[in-house]
């Protein structure tokens, strides 16, 4: 690390390397709201964020999780979960006036074909406008989940060559039925009232939110007594016993030699 008078520390997210300002500075130059793409490990995260001196707000957002709500009983990390989820905050976007956006990639790499791409393509079918090279979008066999289902049947016959599929149990029928589950799903996110695009209601189906203990309790009102019970009377202070000094004697009388 460098040291000396002219050495300005960078900011703390750039220290993280969470935030390319660089790149945020440009993005922010062509006064666009930003579609924002994140991708975890189990989720895809997709937000519509405008930019103001207080602060970024977000105007629509949409989780992978959220598509249980809408029938998808899938893994909600692949590609099809990402470009579900690009859908519904591009239909999200458009009910709240959005029109016109940019995409934030972030630090994630620029694949062409990768998740980040699938939940753009997502938002441009909603009707978002995002300027982009359609070379870089995955092609419709990708979106259905064509190459998931390909990939399961194979090393199905192959057990000893990948655990790609080892821990899915009861959820093979899943796999093998994810083309239709796409088309399902997106079909039920296009017919989503607008209102309810619009407001943050809760989709039909959706997993309820777990309650803890504590906002299980009822708060306990206290009752107020009929009757009053007596006013203390205050105690007086005992007086002070008077302590005579030891001093000279009366006067004209001396001490004794």
Do not use: C
């Not at 490990?41 to 105007?59: E, K, L, M, S």
Request: no cysteine.
């Amino acid at each position: 690390m460098a040291h000396g008078p002219t050495y300005k520390v960078k900011f703390r997210r750039r220290r993280e390397g969470k935030t390319d300002y660089y790149r945020r500075a440009r993005l922010l130059r062509s006064g666009l709201p930003r579609l924002v793409v994140r991708k975890t490990n189990t989720r895809v995260i997709a937000q519509v964020i405008t930019a103001h001196p207080v602060g970024d707000r977000t105007v629509a957002s949409a989780v992978s999780s959220e598509l249980a709500g809408y029938g998808w009983t899938a893994g909600t990390g692949n590609l099809p979960a990402a470009y579900l989820t690009g859908l519904l905050v591009g239909l999200r976007a458009r009910a709240r006036g959005v029109e016109r956006a940019i995409l934030d990639v972030g630090l994630h790499p620029p694949v062409r074909g990768s998740k980040v791409y699938a939940a753009l393509k997502g938002a441009v079918d909603a009707g978002l406008e995002v300027p982009h090279d359609p070379s870089v979008l995955p092609d419709e066999a990708r979106l259905n989940g064509e190459h998931i289902v390909a990939a399961f049947k194979y090393f199905s016959e192959h057990p000893g060559e990948h655990h790609m599929f080892t821990l899915l149990g009861k959820k093979k029928t899943t796999v093998t039925s994810m083309p239709k589950q796409v088309k399902k799903v997106k079909e039920a996110l296009f017919q989503i009232p607008k209102p309810e695009l619009k407001g943050k209601k809760k989709a039909k189906g959706a997993p309820a939110k777990a309650v803890s203990r504590r906002g299980r309790r009822k708060k306990r009102t206290r009752e107020a007594p009929t009757e009053r019970p007596p006013r203390a009377v205050p105690r007086k202070p005992k007086p002070k016993k008077l302590v005579a000094r030891r001093g000279r004697g009366k006067k004209g009388q001396g001490r004794k030699k």
